[in-house]
């Protein structure tokens, strides 16, 4: 895996840069005064001894501090350690963070994408065959990768807190009524009366249970769930999304 991690630490950014024989440096002719210029991390014998300086990790780290920096680095490559890093802007960073590893927008995002696609189908006729075919195989994948992600990271997180586990259990039934139906309608000729009527079905069900998911599920999470673990169940549903994304383009 080469996924790449953000941290503000001083510790865990010196122990990187020094597993990798890396050291504090900045880039010459930027500096001036007490200030050691634009920071890097420098590898001796690769790139950089020309444009950089060595300087001291209190330097690096003071300007580190005064920028409001944080550094994104790599833990590993393909062929091992990873010498891959970068220092960004640390407000930016936590505004990322609050928009991509929040759980409830990103299940919010896919919940959007899968209502606009049940919109576009609804508005289909019988003669629009090929449509039909495009937007229920779109629907498919979208609603396949977003029940598995549930399915393995948070209705079983759910199912371990006592005000959860009823709506959690509730919501995989609800999700095996959906995987019949869709089921169904994959192998149901698009041009006939009985796949409209099938869709209709579809659609009212993944409606209703959206409306659970993001209304009543929702708020018994808050309310059962530290900030803490609510952070986290966003991040490791960020992580599972991005796999599932990788794997249904391979
Ligand atoms: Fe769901
Ligand atoms: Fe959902």
Do not use: D, F, L, S
């Given at each position: 895996m080469s996924d790449t991690k953000v941290t503000t630490d001083h510790k865990i950014i010196k122990a990187w840069a020094e597993e990798r024989g890396g050291k504090p440096a900045a880039v010459k002719g930027t500096g001036s005064g007490n200030d050691p210029g634009v920071l890097r991390i420098d590898f001796p014998g690769y790139s950089g001894e020309e444009s950089l300086t060595e300087i001291s990790w209190d330097q690096f780290f003071d300007k580190f501090e005064k920028e409001r920096l944080a550094f994104l680095y790599q833990e590993e490559t393909e062929g091992g350690l990873s010498r891959f890093s970068k220092l960004i802007d640390n407000d930016k960073n936590a505004e990322m963070k609050g928009a991509t590893m929040n759980p409830f927008e990103l299940l919010k995002e896919d919940h959007k994408k899968v209502a606009g696609l049940l919109g576009q189908i609804n508005e289909?006729?019988?003669?629009a065959e090929k449509t039909r075919d495009e937007l229920f195989a779109n629907l498919y994948s979208e609603l396949d990768a977003h029940s598995k992600m549930e399915e393995e990271i948070l209705y079983p997180q759910l199912k371990q807190e006592e005000e959860t586990r009823e709506i959690a259990n509730e919501a995989v039934e609800e999700h095996r009524v959906v995987k019949q139906l869709l089921k169904e309608l994959d192998v149901?000729?698009?041009?006939t009366e009985q796949w409209t009527v099938k869709f209709t079905v579809l659609k009212e069900n993944i409606e209703h249970h959206v409306e659970e998911e993001e209304g009543e599920m929702f708020q018994k999470i808050r309310k059962a769930f530290s900030k803490d673990q609510i952070d986290e169940l966003g991040e490791r549903l960020a992580a599972s999304k991005q796999r599932l994304a990788k794997s249904k383009t391979v």
């Open positions: 289909t006729t019988e003669r149901t000729q698009k041009t």
